[in-house]
């Protein structure tokens, strides 16, 4: 999680097209480039994934009837993020 925001903060700063997005278990990365691609990345990594990828890994980490939506992909709000690392480090302690 705290990888992915130091990967935004750095591409804010080169003036990177780099939004979060937020998925049930962990912060992804969105690109988009010029030509219209968008990527996702996984900042502990670096994966790109690919809708289908990701859809995928949703159902197998969430629920076999887990469907990705557009609305999912959307830019995630610097409060929601702020919110998902508290979780996250609330999470990690206990």
Known sequence: M????IFLHIA??????LFPVILPTQLMLRAEWID???WLINPFDGETL????LEVWLRGNIRLIA?????DLQEAE????????LDTLKSSLR
């Open 50 to 53: 690919d809708e289908h990828t």
């Open 2 to 5: 705290s990888l992915g925001v």
């Open 67 to 71: 469907e990705l939506y557009d609305d």
């Open 12 to 17: 804010g700063s080169l003036d990177l097209p």
């Open 36 to 38: 219209q691609d968008m």
């Open 78 to 85: 610097p409060l929601a993020v702020l919110r998902k690392m």
